[in-house]
Nanobody, 123 residues
């Protein structure tokens, strides 16, 4: 029902920055909590960051992202962003946008997923 399309991934060097974007369908976008997950080859999918629905007002970051990444959203444009600074080699992964009814629910089992965008960090 809800379609999510990520963009902004690429090849960067350690210490560089990237801004990922996720475009969502539907005019009810503001009712969903939105978040980002990532999965590196040979590793489990892991939660990165989440932001509450328009009426919520909260954010949540994984320890690996806290202090370096910032999640934001523009409900009028149906967009969610992940600003990634000071990128590290271990940030290399496919990054997926996700939507859920709330941040706790999204962290456990999002309702919708995007197809992903690749971020590769080199030394």
């Amino acid at each position: 029902q809800v379609q999510l399309v990520e963009s902004g991934g690429g090849l960067v060097q350690a210490g560089d920055s990237l801004r990922l974007s996720c475009a969502a369908s539907g005019r009810t976008f503001g009712r969903y909590a939105m978040g980002w997950f990532r999965q590196a080859p040979g590793k489990e999918r892991e939660f990165v960051a989440a932001i509450s629905s328009w009426g919520g007002g909260g954010t949540l970051y994984a320890d690996s992202a806290k202090g370096r990444f910032t999640i934001s959203r523009d409900n009028a444009k149906n967009l969610v962003h992940l600003q990634m600074n000071s990128l590290k080699l271990e940030d290399t992964a496919a990054y997926y946008c996700a939507a859920g009814n709330s941040i706790p629910q999204l962290v456990e089992a999002p309702n919708y997923w995007g197809r992903g965008t690749q971020v590769t960090v080199s030394s």
